[in-house]
């Protein structure tokens, strides 16, 4: 099955500057990859995801990059603010299965902005 | 974007009782649901996927006889947990997708066993 890793599993950073987060996958027929922001005790949000058939997205502060061939995805913040600290999970999609795609996620990244 | 709920939003029962998780679409019809579990400081697990009218998948290492799954309508999946323990203290959270396939999570689910 379908493998994820992410890295590194801290990130602190002073308020401004940018914070990198990369994954890894194993499969390569997995075609969605999303990322989410979780806050202690409360449910992912999504806050971007990118398809196998694009290599970058962006969303104002925030930036997803694909690259299929090393099977591998970062999300980029920039100009971080201390709001932006929880923890990130990236996640890709498993087997298709029935109407729905399985999601195997990152071990996740707490993400810290220091004021 | 849609919305899932989930009820209970946290319970606690004593070792040996069975508790009831349910997990609704509110806004669409969800033929599949998924299940996962998330010990404090790790990631969400997948436990099972959940299928409208037909018995559920579960992922390796999860019994089936103890984690109940019931999708009966397209809009609500239940999770029982049988005869809990203390280790099956949790934090439970279900999610569905839409027609795009984008998961919406409900809000999950404390359990604490003592």
């Known amino acids: 099955g379908e493998n994820v890793e992410q890295h590194p599993s801290t990130l602190s950073v002073q308020e401004g500057d940018s914070a990198v987060i990369k994954c890894t996958y194993s499969d390569s027929a997995s075609n969605y990859f999303p990322w989410y922001k979780q806050e202690l005790g409360k449910r992912p949000q999504l806050i971007i995801d990118i398809r196998s058939n694009v290599g970058e997205k962006k969303d104002q502060r925030i930036a997803v990059t694909l690259n299929k061939t090393a099977k591998h995805f970062s999300l980029h913040i920039t100009e971080t603010q201390p709001e932006d600290s929880a923890v990130y999970f990236c996640a890709a999609s498993g087997p298709f299965w029935g109407s729905a795609r399985q999601l195997t996620f990152g071990s996740g990244t707490q993400l810290t902005v220091l004021p | 974007g849609a919305v899932v709920s989930q009820h209970p939003s946290w319970v606690i029962c004593k070792s040996g009782t069975s508790v009831k998780i349910e997990c609704r679409s509110l806004d669409f019809q969800a033929t599949t649901m998924f299940w996962y579990r998330q010990f404090p400081k790790q990631s969400l697990m997948l436990m099972a996927t959940?299928?409208?009218?037909?018995?559920?998948?579960?992922e390796q290492g999860v019994e089936k006889d103890k984690f109940l799954i019931n999708h009966a309508s397209l809009t609500l999946s239940t999770l029982t947990v049988t005869s809990a323990h203390p280790e099956d203290s949790s934090f439970y959270i279900c999610?569905?997708?839409?027609?795009?396939?984008?998961?919406?999570f409900g809000p999950g689910t404390r359990l604490t066993v003592l």
């Open positions: 959940s299928n409208e009218g037909s018995k559920a998948t579960y």
């Open positions: 999610s569905a997708p839409d027609w795009t396939n984008e998961q919406f």
